[in-house]
């Protein structure tokens, strides 16, 4: 069982940054691949970036490379999205989940997540 708080949204001039973060808990963190994805208003929810368990492989959606990066610590059991020259339609709420079997880049394939923390960049 893996509960997931995430924390650091808020709302943001485009052009600006801002840092999630989610706390896990549980004594196997270090063996989960997590992600975090968005949904915005009226959209389907989107994967936006996954990590390793180990932390040594990642992968971005297109939109965000290039300005976000996802990072964890294994001792603290949080995961991180540093999210860099943010534009209007990063607006969403962005949710970090914790992989269970599957593809890597859906949904579906994540068994925990956490309740969701809102993002806002205004023009």
């Known amino acids: 069982q893996v509960q997931l708080v995430e924390s650091g949204g808020g709302l943001v001039q485009a052009g600006g940054s801002l840092r999630l973060s989610c706390a896990a808990s549980?004594?196997?963190?270090?063996?989960?691949?997590m992600a975090w994805f968005r949904q915005a208003p009226g959209k389907e929810r989107e994967f936006v970036a996954t990590i390793s368990g180990g932390g040594e492989l990642a992968l971005y959606e297109d939109s965000v490379k290039g300005r976000f990066t996802i990072s964890r610590d294994n001792a603290k059991n949080t995961v991180d999205l540093q999210m860099n020259s943010l534009k209007p339609e990063d607006t969403a709420v962005y949710y970090c989940?914790?992989?269970?079997?599957?593809?890597?880049?859906?949904?579906?394939?994540?068994?925990?997540w956490g309740q969701g923390t809102q993002v806002t960049v205004s023009s």
């Open positions: 549980g004594r196997t963190f270090s063996t989960y691949g």
């Open positions: 989940a914790a992989h269970a079997s599957g593809s890597y880049t859906e949904g579906p394939s994540y068994g925990y």
